[in-house]
């Protein structure tokens, strides 16, 4: 058996406002190797962007480990977390950030940029990944010249130009038509069959979940089957 991608044990995150405190992970455990697609389902406010933001080294659990792609994601410091973030794992954020003063090609081309690739190879991969998505033609366009949908879609390939082997998606297809809702959810299920990564998505669209191998439902802090 081959390793696995990602391994959360016992992970729990409480938020504290005043005096409430809100458990919104309790002791939560997961493993997912290369070419498991996963969806998590659950109401809104449940916790699911919280999961992925821990995973994906953007926020720190109270307790328990997580590691990914090589990486004990829970001990990183902030070199190591650059290091994780710009290669080992994509994510695609329920909003968009791009960044607003460079065009939707040089978005693309930054993680490539960031971690030593040569202009002229960022630009044609990104052109790649631009076209495969739909949007080559609004490559010189800046992020407020983009409707919603490209804007989603543009990060997603800014996601994906490094290859990570973790793609986490919060959900990617929130502001795209059905065409294109149709486009992206094969292109990300594609990159775990043809490229054996790692998808682990949420999202409250039960279409959606439905085309991943494994579904598991986020309530009152827990993961469990569906
Ligand atoms: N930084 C934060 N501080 C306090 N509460 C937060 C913070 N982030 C999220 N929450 C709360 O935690 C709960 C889960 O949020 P979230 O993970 O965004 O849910 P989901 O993505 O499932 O809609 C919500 O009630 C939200 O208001
Ligand atoms: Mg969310």
Redesign the pocket.
């Given at each position: 058996m081959n390793e696995p991608t990602v391994i959360l044990e016992q992970v729990s995150k409480t938020?504290?406002?005043g005096s409430d405190d809100?458990r919104?992970l309790r002791d939560v455990s997961l493993t997912a190797y290369g070419g498991d697609s996963i969806a998590v389902v659950?109401?809104?406010?449940?916790?699911?962007?919280?999961?992925l933001?821990l995973i994906g080294g953007l926020?720190r659990a109270d307790s328990g480990n997580i590691s990914a792609c090589g990486f004990d994601v829970s001990k990183l410091d902030e070199n190591e977390l650059t290091a994780y973030r710009s290669g080992g794992v994509g994510f695609v954020f329920?909003f968009h950030y791009l960044l607003k003063d460079f065009t939707a090609l040089e978005n693309v081309m930054l993680p490539m940029l960031m971690t030593g690739s040569g202009h002229r190879k960022a630009a044609d991969e990104a052109m790649i990944l631009l076209d495969k998505i739909n949007v080559a033609d609004r490559a010189d366009h800046f992020p407020a010249q983009l409707s919603g949908g490209e804007r989603q879609r543009v990060a997603l390939a800014r996601a994906l130009i490094n290859d990570p082997q973790l793609i986490l998606a919060?959900e990617p297809t929130g502001n795209l038509d059905e065409d294109h809702k149709a486009l992206i959810t094969d292109l990300l299920f594609s990159l775990t069959f043809e490229s054996g990564k790692t998808l682990l998505l949420?999202t409250h669209a039960m279409d959606l979940a439905s085309r991943a191998d494994r579904i598991l439902r986020?309530s009152e802090g827990q993961l469990l089957p569906v």
């Open positions: 938020f504290r406002s809100l919104v659950g109401a809104s406010g449940c916790g699911k962007s919280t999961l933001n926020d329920q919060d949420v986020l």
